[in-house]
């Protein structure tokens, strides 16, 4: 296949379920390249551009665009691990991956002032052919692998016993036996109060406000696309949340939050452990996450998961851009 049976099409809106279809039917798209997800971005505009071999569609690439200071850049979303080119199953294997890529990044990524997105890790062969490119002839780039944490093929009646660390199972009998307790919940509103409490703690801010969550949620939860989890103490008193998106593939842990109080309970880890357990039940992968704070992932890594690596890309095309970082007026 040359470039010339490649050509690309921007969806606009009434395309858009043609995409999100397409993505979430494909080993390497994800809930987060879906037009659900993009297109409830505060403060930026969803772009999809489909990829197409004839009248096939073979790939594309779905963000969010940010303009400011008369430039376009492509952010990566707060709480959004990965998104960017997707490419359907049969094109990753049949010889032109790298053509695809090179024309995807040729005539539309190269159209932004900068750009930034992430792969995720099971998207082999797309990781390793990028890192392979020069991925903007002109541009200034960086291709970095970050390391996340994944469960899989783990029987869920054996769960507990595949945890790494000692004290992390037995703290969870201890508090089930002391009668806490975890179930699916859509109760929104003290899920996000919850995640807040424990943002407050770490004296972070919360990724998103409590109107755009309940946006998120309520709107996920109709596209049987999350689940949200609260622990409950003894006496029934919400005590800990989990809040996951999943697709065909993974359940990403996206949000979590202990009620302060109750700490002692171990409700989050009660929680978190449910949510694994009903991932692993509908045959999912559970994506913990990662993070560079060796506290965070040393607590994510007493559940038992594999480490591996995703790819992050950013590339800055433009002088102006950089001129403008370098002076603090963009962050990027």
């Not at 593939?249 to 978190?272: D, I």
């Not at 890594?301 to 690596?309: A, K, V």
């Amino acid at each position: 296949m040359s470039n010339q049976d490649l050509h690309i099409v921007k969806f606009e809106s009434d395309r858009w379920k043609e995409w999100d279809s397409f993505v979430l039917a494909q080993r390497d798209g994800t809930v987060f390249h879906t037009s659900y997800w993009l297109r409830e971005q505060p403060g930026m505009e969803p772009e999809f551009y489909g990829l197409f071999s004839g009248d096939t569609l073979v790939g594309g690439a779905s963000f969010c665009v940010k303009k400011k200071w008369g430039i376009r850049i492509v952010p990566q979303p707060k709480i959004t691990p990965y998104y960017g080119p997707v490419f359907s199953d049969s094109f990753m294997h049949n010889g032109n991956l790298k053509s695809g890529i090179q024309f995807l990044l040729d005539k539309v990524f190269s159209r932004f002032d900068a750009c930034r997105f992430s792969i995720p890790p099971q998207a082999v062969q797309l990781r390793e052919a990028l890192i392979k490119l020069p991925f903007h002839e002109t541009g200034k780039r960086s291709v970095t692998n970050l390391r996340t944490n994944r469960k899989n093929g783990v029987d869920p009646n054996e769960l507990i016993e595949s945890y790494s660390r000692m004290s992390r199972r037995n703290d969870i009998r201890r508090s089930v036996r002391k009668g806490v307790t975890a179930k699916e919940s859509t109760d929104w509103n003290t899920l996000y109060d919850l995640t807040l409490e424990s943002f407050r703690i770490s004296d972070t801010p919360h990724p998103l406000s409590k109107d755009h969550f309940l946006v998120l949620a309520t709107k996920f939860h109709e596209l049987g696309l999350c689940t949200g989890i609260l622990a409950y103490s003894p006496d029934d008193v919400p005590i800990a949340a989990a809040w996951t998106l999943s697709d065909r593939h993974t359940c990403y842990n996206v949000l979590a939050g202990v009620n302060q109080e109750y700490r002692k309970l171990n409700g989050g880890s009660v929680a978190l452990h449910a949510a694994i357990r009903m991932a692993l039940e509908r045959k999912l992968i559970f994506d913990f996450g990662g993070s560079m704070m060796e506290r965070v992932n040393t607590y994510l890594q007493s559940y038992g998961p594999d480490e591996c690596w995703y790819t992050h890309c950013r590339s800055v095309e433009s002088a102006r851009f950089r001129m403008l970082e370098k002076t603090g007026l963009v962050r990027f």
